[in-house]
């Protein structure tokens, strides 16, 4: 039995940060846009279980690691952790969040959001399951936007641990704050979560597979950024974990370091060993490319149907919100300009920060990636011991660091740890996105007593 199919211009799967931006700025062009996610509400993981509400709980320890900072200058007495109450405020964030995105949507009935799962019938047909039954779309045009989701690796007793969702997600799982927690996954989010529990008084033991926390990135960031973590984290490095097993309320986890079997008690574990992206189905069955990462995509964003875009983590590019944003208005400006491709994504200047506290930042290229490539940079550096900033907020560790390319002194990355790194990486974000130079940095009269000013300063450095 055939289904009447509805018409529109375009359809998003998924309602996430790959989706929205497109499917509001094709709204305000006039199209009629249907967006799809089985959450029923937009945003995707970054409002449900990601940045927004793991930063809210950041910042609630930003504050108590500041407070302690102080604890001798003037603001003496302890502080009380209640951590159900911060767990209802990071609640509270999102609901304030998703209300503001009600509003939004309200603001473009040619815009619809419909609660459902969708699925690939041909390459202009969607289907929907909704709670009322199944819809299905005639799409001029589609973007796949349906992002990522935890891994858990097949382990006995994965079963048992905790992922990020049972952290982070509105009403979470994880309701107390545990004495002691044990996370397997030395990745950005193992070690950011890791960083929050240590600051509210939580024992961690962070188990990282390999022979370096946050692998992959800059090994200069990482020696930067580690010692200056609270001490309440224990790291163990090429830690193999082979099984959870249950123990009482608690939890013991099995791992192989070396020829060696070891064992560590939590009453909680977080499994954060990364994420993979999730493919609707019909994807493969219209011949859709998927790589190991996901989705494949070129610059504009286009798979081998000019009409069908993948935007956001599902193109396992650049698995960031902000990056899904940017990626998600090429999307859009290629469907505006009738699946001709006028608009690029640049996948390699995207600003990255991991929010331990403190956090650390990069972008572009690192002096480690210029070496293994043959580049050589010159390195401008500066220390936040010299920084007026760091030095009022009695946190001088860490500092930035920016490589230029020799000859015409070209930004072509940096990184900062320490203070303010997440605001930081703005501006040197920019810097290299656009091509700016030593010349310029120095130039430029960064504000003082601000953090900023070291970006100056590092780029007079090499003068
Ligand atoms: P991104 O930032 O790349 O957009 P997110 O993971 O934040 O990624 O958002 C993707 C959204 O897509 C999630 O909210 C998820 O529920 C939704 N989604 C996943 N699979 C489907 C599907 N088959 N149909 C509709 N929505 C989907």
Redesign the pocket.
Known sequence: MSMQSETVDVLT???????YPAAFRLAKAGLSVVM????GVM????L?E?CVPSKTLRETGEVLESQRRFADLGLAGKVQVDYPRMVAHKDAIQGRRYAQHAQELRNYPNLQLIS????FIDPHTVA?ATGEGERRFHCRHIIV?????VFVPPIPGAELCLTSHDLYKPDPTLKILPGRMVVIGGGYIGLETASFFAAFGTRVVLLQKGPQILSGMDPGMVATLLPLLNSNIEMILNADVERVEAMGSGRRVHYRQGGAEQQVEGDVVLMAVGRHP?I??GTAELGIDIGKHGIVVGPSLQTRFPHIYA????NGQV?L?HA?VRQ?LVAAHNILGGDRALDYTDFRNVPTTIFTLPGAAYIGMTATQAAAQGVEVITGTYDFREDSRAQILEAMGGGIRLFFAPGSLRLLGGWIVGIDAGHLIGEIGLAVAKGLTAYDLAAFADQHPMSAEGIGKAARSIF
């Open positions: 799967i998924g309602a996430g940060g790959g989706a799809t996610d089985p959450k945003s995707g993981n970054c449900y990601g459902g799962n969708a699925r929907v936007a349906s992002g990522a989701d999730v609707p189905a935007a956001g983590d599902v698995p919100f899904a998600s």
